[in-house]
Each structure stands twice: as structure tokens, then as C-alpha cells.
């Protein structure tokens, strides 16, 4: 059975709808930015309902920033950052902007709302939720590999 | 001759211009964080002339995020980040989010605005100046240790 992709067009409304939620976070993005917000559906085709949305401000061999962006209820399923060249895999934390998100680290729930952060050891499972109004997580990290993720669930692809 | 130090008094306004200043870049802080604010005048005594008000978001032995926001017309004097524990030094990413600042690296200048960023290389020289509204800069890094920061004047002196 052929597997449902996320349209072109509906990654030009994730872009807008991530820019807009940006914006009202206080973000401000150039045109080339916009254009460069990552649409993540991990190879389900569900986007609205597992996805995420990624800018990328910065990823040298050192250190990452990254603005998440969800939608309302979106989910990014769980997974974890193993050890890579000689690291023991990406640190990462998240700070809430907007909306609401519910992180869930190794089976404990945390809940993220605008000013809170919460930091995920390397090579450890986790997901997280946006509520009812999507949600802004920023994310400050070690260096950031998306190819090496290891998700749970064995039909993700994770690509770009 | 006695040096002229930073009031009590002038600490909490510039922790309250701080605060006030993210606010309208729309970074949503804690009662806690906002206490947490640093206000360095690098030991001169001349804050809104020479000095830097910075909130740390998170600082690992892998990488840091901060915010740094500055006074009208404020500079935070030449200095360079010098390898340390076997890395070369702390390199940083500067995001301007609100008002303008002229930043200058090894001689060459920069002026960031709203949505504009530049990466510092490690063991640089660099120093940047608020505009005439001041400014709001997030910085992405490596691991950062200040009290190693080496600056171009003598009389200055890194503390917190």
C-alpha cells in the first residue's frame, strides 16, 4: 500500500503557519529564513498529527539553536540521540515560547508552558506534545545530527 | 584612587531595563530569572557606558545560550575567548532581536539588526555597541566560561 505524503502545498501552509507562530513569539525571521523552516512529517504523512516544524538558527560541529514550532496537538514521537564521533550523542534543552507543550522523558511527564525549560541528557527516549494552541519550544543543544536519531516506532524515516 | 563602583540601586534598574527590554522582544522570563540577571560593568564603574546585562539560559560543559541586552549607546569592550580543557575556546553565534548593534570582529564591522546573525570564531577579538535604542542579542555557544575571557584593556576586570 502506497504511504500518504505530505503535499507541497501542505508544507507551504506548515511553513506559514510556523512563521506566523514565530512572529507571535516575538521571532523575527528574513524571507530566506522562512523559506528554510523544515517540515518534518518523519515519513508518516499524518503531519497535523505527528510532525514538527524546524528553524534552524545555527548548527556548527559544536553547539546548536533551533525554533520548534507545533501545531495544535502535533506529536513528535519518541526517540533518542546516541553517541557520535567520539560524544555521548546531543544534550539538548527546551524552553517554551508559546502554546503549551507535554514533554515526556524516559516515561516522566513534564509539563513546558512560556518561560519554563527543561534539559534532556544525551541518549535518552523522549517525545513531546503540543497543547491545544500548538506550541514555540526553543531548543539550545550540542551539536544537532537529525540523521543518526533512533526513533521507537520502525516505520519513521527521518530525512532532511 | 578610589575606582567607581555599580550602585545596588543601578543594579536593579538595569535588571528592570533588562527584564523590560526582553519582555518587548517577547522572551517571557520567571520572577526567579529575572533576579538571576547579571549586570556586569566589567569593574570601570561607567555601566551604561561599558557593561553588559545578561541572562543565562542554560550553560552545560557543552554548550550555552544567553540573552544580552544593552543600554543605549552601550558597549561591551574588545576581548577574545581562549581555547580551554583541550577545546579552542569558546565560539559564539550573536542574533540580533530588537534594536541594533555594531558589532566588530578582528576589525571588521558589522551591524546587525532585528533577525540578522554572526558567528565568532574562537580566540577572536571581538566587541560590540548597542545603538541609540539599545539592543537585545541572543548568543548561541560552546560551553562558556567568562572568567577566562581575555580583554584588550587592563583595567578591566571579569567577575560573576
Known amino acids: ?50 510532525g514538527l516544524l524546524v528553524f534552524v538558527y545555527v548548527n556548527t560541529d559544536r553547539y546548536c539553536a533551533k525554533e520548534l514550532i507545533l501545531y495544535p496537538g502535533q506529536t513528535c514521537p519518541e526517540h533518542r540521540h546516541p553517541p557520535f564521533d567520539g560524544t555521548p550523542g546531543k544534550e539538548e534543552t527546551f524552553r517554551c515560547r508559546g502554546g503549551l507543550v507535554h514533554l515526556n522523558v524516559d516515561g516522566e511527564e513534564i509539563v513546558l508552558r512560556p518561560g519554563e525549560q527543561h534539559t534532556i541528557p544525551p541518549n535518552t527516549l523522549h517525545r513531546f506534545q ?31
Open 1 to 50: 500500500m502506497a504511504r500518504a505524503v505530505t503535499t507541497r502545498e501542505e508544507q507551504r501552509e506548515a511553513q506559514a503557519y510556523a512563521a506566523e507562530q514565530l512572529a507571535a513569539a516575538g521571532v523575527v525571521l528574513t524571507d530566506a529564513e522562512r523559506d528554510s523552516i523544515e517540515v518534518a512529517d518523519f515519513g508518516l504523512g499524518r503531519l497535523r498529527e505527528a
Open 130 to 160: 503540543a497543547g491545544d494552541e500548538g506550541a514555540v519550544v526553543s531548543e539550545f543543544s550540542s551539536a544537532s545530527r537529525d540523521d543518526l536519531d533512533v526513533f521507537t516506532d520502525p516505520a519513521i524515516r527521518r530525512t532532511g
